[in-house]
């Protein structure tokens, strides 16, 4: 197992940016690819976007790309979600998992959860 804790969550007005990191400890971060998945009030939690091992497969929610991206810096032990052109129905707790596998869109393919930040996007 590896241990996540999210960081960068905020108030942010529409049409700005926020920067989530999530930082691992633990085993190998390297040999997991990672994702990014978020809750908003009342609803499930949904995929927004996952990389691979080393970085180069990314997948993205459809109503994000443009504007989100993911990437990773494996000698920092850290994921990060670069959010731009943020929306009100953005709005939502952003969580961070580990998957010991192949890259992956399903939230049961990950082990590893962080405590989740939240991001609040104001018109």
């Known amino acids: 197992q590896v241990q996540l804790v999210e960081s960068g969550g905020g108030l942010v007005q529409a049409g700005g940016s926020l920067r989530l990191s999530c930082a691992a400890s633990?085993?190998?971060?390297?040999?997991?690819?990672m994702g990014w998945f978020r809750q908003a009030p009342g609803k499930e939690r949904e995929f927004v976007a996952s990389?691979?091992?080393?970085?180069?497969?990314?997948y993205y929610k459809d109503s994000v790309k443009g504007r989100f991206t993911i990437s990773r810096d494996n000698a920092k032990n850290t994921a990060y979600l670069q959010m731009n052109s943020l929306k009100p129905e953005d709005t939502a707790v952003y969580y961070c998992?580990?998957?010991?596998?192949?890259?992956?869109?399903?939230?049961?393919?990950?082990?590893?959860w962080g405590q989740g930040t939240p991001v609040t996007v104001f018109s």
């Open positions: 990389i691979s091992w080393t970085g180069g497969i990314k």
């Open positions: 633990g085993r190998t971060f390297s040999s997991y690819a």
């Open positions: 998992a580990a998957n010991p596998g192949l890259i992956s869109t399903d939230p049961r393919h990950f082990g590893s």
